[in-house]
Nanobody, 126 residues
Framework: QVQLVESGGGLVQAGGSLRLSCAAS????????MGWFRQAPGKEREFVAA????????YDADSVKGRFTISRDNAKNTVYLQMNSLKPEDTAVYYC???????????????????WGKGTLVTVNS
């Protein structure tokens, strides 16, 4: 089992920044690809960003490209999402995920993602 706990959400003005963290416990963190999804009120959940188990490869959704950066620290069992130039449309609950397959997180491979956190709310005011 892998337990994921997100933190760092909150209220921010448009144009501001936040950094989300996701602390993982349980099985070997460095064996898992990690990612972030989000779900805005009344909308479907969507992919935001992903990073390979080693941290060498990252993927970003077009909607956040150039503004959000995913990173990880395997020594701290933590993955981060640095969010800059935030927009009101970034308002959502952000979920951390873990899976042995980066392709599954990105959506290139079918299948359910192994582990999900409970989410952290990000609200961006205009």
């Amino acid at each position: 089992q892998v337990q994921l706990v997100e933190s760092g959400g909150g209220l921010v003005q448009a144009g501001g920044s936040l950094r989300l963290s996701c602390a993982a416990s349980g099985r070997i963190f460095s064996s898992y690809a990690m990612g972030w999804f989000r779900q805005a009120p009344g909308k479907e959940r969507e992919f935001v960003a992903a990073i390979s188990s080693s941290g060498d490869s990252t993927y970003d959704a077009d909607s956040v490209k150039g503004r959000f950066t995913i990173s990880r620290d395997n020594a701290k069992n933590t993955v981060y999402l640095q969010m800059n130039s935030l927009k009101p449309e970034d308002t959502a609950v952000y979920y951390c995920v873990a899976d042995r397959s980066l392709a599954t997180i990105v959506g290139l491979r079918s299948g359910d993602i192994d582990y999900w956190g409970k989410g952290t709310l990000v609200t961006v005011n205009s």
